[in-house]
């Protein structure tokens, strides 16, 4: 999360990658790699500590950057001609080129010609040699300084109306790729305002308004209809329905209850109602979204490092390569010099490799922001990627595939404690743990009216895998599968037989034990998550045809629930560690696996799989941390859409590369041969900028499989 103390600038005409390198170096001179971060696609630069704003606002600016604090633009409105000033310019500089190029052709001579063409190129390209000198001065040479050498080179052998060509078509292209990149800012920027400002907290027997910085968690929020929640918390009186969509992703607005949880960004639709805070501002589901959405943002597909590590070679080399055109002809064959030095001038323009660098990072955006809109998050667009190439499936059972909301069956006592006794030790137990069966055993006994407030647990135990343990009254008790029975030394034929019996009904059985006695056996059936055999279904139908269950229960209740699902491939009664040796076994069969999983005994897996998803209302916070994907909403069925995502973006990132690479290709032979004009090279290269721009931002409204 941000310090409190960071601040934060918003970077205006930074549009590619080498552009985004000579920000970057720039701050590495004034604060230090360390103290500061910039998001290339929010344009946002956060500083870690305190800095003059001048300073930040002055390096910048002999950078060719324009920068305001964040404060700024809070407190005033850009004006009209701030807000579009690029395309007065570009189309001033139009004008004066378009005049230029007809005073040529009518004969009205060189003095007014080239007053109106060198017009046109000051007008559409200060700003671009403004950029130059300040990537020259970082050591960097950009889109920006090839485009300035071509133009100075152009005037430099009398091609002036060339030169203002390259100038208004470069203009126009930058300004084309701003308006189009700043929709995808716009849709980030609208997953990350859905805070409000203020928090009406009952103190004292009144309401009062403060911000929501300063509730801590205990205190009472009210919340009326219409108004945004703006912390977490828990309903304590009143009840209504709350549009989360910003959350979770969920279309319908869903009903809250006292009990029921409610997250910062919500908008409460109808009733009124109060709830406890649970969690700071800082720390709520809605903060913890915007930090992994911004740190997603900065986290780079590998099929972009790779890109940016073609682009750094490429690069110099095309330079090499015009230097070698311009001088070897001339040199050693006596070929007129102006004819290659212009070979050479185009050759710089496809030097510049903006429509390479920027093909994955748009369109990695464009899909990471549609996934957030939808319900999904997904941390980093090395994980997106890594979706687009899963070949198999592994799906925790319990609060994945079941809904983790059990109902207690059948209570079975087998010595001459009573089942109200069985309930009450049981419950005693499970109430610290965080199983999703624990919650049904809860429930029973409180159905029954089992009563175990006066029983002490001490010395509690979570076995991972097994089940729970403590201290009750100075005696030890263990609860939990038959394994752990078994384990334990408190099982007996006629337990194993009744766990066999409930496990043929497709039951979940627990044994409680006391020392080395055995004292009853629980049957618990979770119902199947109404998504489930859908999602299976629809996975099946994208391809994905390895698809097994792992889980820490029974061998028969697992195989059952498989079964009724279409799932083949069931690994039962694991322990968090076999679940990773099993993850393995299935990387080594089938490459590239995910895994879906939402408790701590998943967490293990989900670190080891290629990709971790984690169910996000169910899930623990371990499994949430280490999971890479995280589903809001807990909605299965939001699966197919997440891989055929992952699948679509893949799809356009390699379009995207062959198009920059094709057209590069082909115009470095255009060029070296004589075929290439420079307005042909600069409108070939904008051209292929502003497609796989608009072909990277298809991503955006993709809507396969919802």
Known sequence: MRSSHAQVFFVSG???????????????????????????????????????DERVLRGLRLAGFNARNRRELKEEEPSFLVRHADALWTGSAALLALFGILAERVGAGDLVSHVLLLGAIATGGWRIARKALGALRARTFDMNVLMTIAVLGALAIGKWSEGAAVIVLFSVALMLESYSTLRTRRAIRSLMAVSP????????????????????????????????????????SGGSHMNQSAITGES?????????????????????????????????????????????????????????????????????LAVLVAVLPPLFTGAPFAEWFYRALVLLVIACPCALVISTPVTVVSALTNAARCGILIKGGKHLETVGTVTAVAFDKTGTLTEGRARVTDVIPVNTMKRGEVLAIVSALEEQSEHPLAGAVVAEALRQDARWS?????????????????????????????ELAEEEGYTSPEVGEYVRQLSAEGKTAIVLGRGREPLAVVGLRDGIRPQSRGTIGALGGLGLRHISML?????????HLAADLGIEEVHAGLLPGQKVTVIADLQRRHGSVAMVGDGINDAPALAAASVGIAMGVSGTDAALETSDIVL???DLGKLPFLFALGRKTMRIIRENIAVALGLKILFLLLSVSGHATLWMAVLADDGAALLVIFNGLRALSFKDHI
């Open 14 to 52: 930074v549009c590619c990658s080498t552009e985004e390198t000579v920000v970057r170096k720039t701050m590495d001179a004034l604060v230090g790699p360390r103290m500061y971060r910039f998001n290339p696609v929010t344009c946002e630069l956060t500083i870690d500590g305190a800095v003059e």
């Open 197 to 236: 400002s203020q928090a009406s907290v009952l103190r004292h027997g009144r309401e009062v308004l403060v911000p929501p910085a300063e509730v801590a968690p205990g205190e009472t929020l009210v919340i009326r209809p219409g108004e945004r929640v703006s912390l977490d918390g828990v309903v304590t």
């Open 252 to 320: 319908s607005p869903v009903r809250k209850s006292p009990g029921d949880t409610v997250f910062a960004g919500s908008i409460n639709e109808r009733g009124a109602l109060q709830m406890r805070v649970t969690a700071r501002y800082e720390e709520t589901t809605l903060a913890r979204i915007v930090h992994m959405v911004e740190e997603a943002q900065n986290s780079r597909a590998p099929v972009q490092g790779s890109v940016d590590r073609f682009a750094r070679v490429y690069t110099p080399a095309v330079l090499g």
């Open 454 to 482: 006066h029983l002490h647990v001490e010395h509690f135990e979570a076995i991972p895998g097994r089940g729970v343990g403590g201290v009750i009254a100075g005696v030890q008790y263990r609860l939990g599968n038959h």
């Open 551 to 559: 889980t820490g229960d029974q061998e028969r209740p697992a195989r």
């Open 632 to 634: 809001m909403s807990d």
